[in-house]
């Protein structure tokens, strides 16, 4: 399962990557909000500063909502650099964007996906990526992970090449979960990848293993 990170943070892309566990970066407009950066020119250098710490897909989102500023904001964006998916709304207009980019051999991530007919309509127009959100589900009382089960199924049952990025991951539980079905990719914020790290029993481990060491001399 590949590990993206979910944030524009440059300080926490760059911690992940130097983990050596990364493979990939996700943003969305409230991610590139959330570090300020304002103004075509800005969003238009941090998406090429990512892409100087990751050598791996980095999603930028376009903003435009109609098929031809969806083509407009994308092309820009994928010209940016070899790494660039263009990350588009699921929208019906979307979805024909989808299909431009696919023919054009340009990368894209299918965003919003809260359903398995909405991952379906996203594939067959040839994403490279749905983005299911997990969280998000959860937090209305609907189970995300049930999500990424049923995309699973749909998309081996036809031998779909689009990856399933599990997105709105919050917690270590989410990551495992997600693996156990057999998610492609998973998204989170750094947090929740260091939490994996963590179990109290290394911890205690550790301390008596350099006590013991230290007797020893
Ligand atoms: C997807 O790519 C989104 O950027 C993201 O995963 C949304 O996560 P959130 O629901 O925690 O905001």
Redesign the pocket.
């Known amino acids: 399962m590949k590990f993206f990170i ?1 944030t524009a943070n440059l300080d926490e892309i760059k911690e992940a990557y130097d983990l050596g566990i990364l493979d990939g970066v ?3 407009p ?2 590139m909000a959330k570090e300020n950066i304002k103004g075509q020119e800005n969003i238009i250098n941090h998406y090429k500063a990512i892409c100087e710490i990751v050598d791996g897909p980095i ?1 930028a989102e376009v903003i435009a909502t109609d098929y031809e500023g969806m083509i407009r904001e994308g092309e820009i964006l994928a010209a940016l650099h070899p790494n660039i998916v263009v ?1 588009i709304p699921l929208l019906k207009d979307g979805i024909k964007a989808i299909r431009y980019f696919s023919e054009k051999g340009i990368k894209t ?1 299918c ?1 919003l996906i809260f359903s398995a007919g909405q991952a379906l309509l996203a594939a067959k127009a040839g994403a490279t990526y749905v ?1 299911p ?1 997990v ?2 589900l959860d937090d209305i009382s609907m189970d995300g992970i049930d999500l990424i089960e049923q995309i699973r199924v749909i998309f081996d049952n036809y031998d779909l090449g689009t990856e399933i ?1 599990a ?4 917690h270590p539980v989410h990551i495992l979960q997600c693996a156990e079905i057999g998610s492609d990719v998973v ?1 989170c914020p750094l947090n929740a990848i260091l939490a994996l790290l963590k179990h109290p029993l290394t911890d205690i481990g550790l301390a008596k293993f350099l006590a013991d060491y230290q007797k020893s001399l």
């Open positions: 979910d996700t943003t969305n409230s991610l999603s990350k991530n965003t983005s959100f969280g998000r990025l997105a709105s991951v919050r998204t």
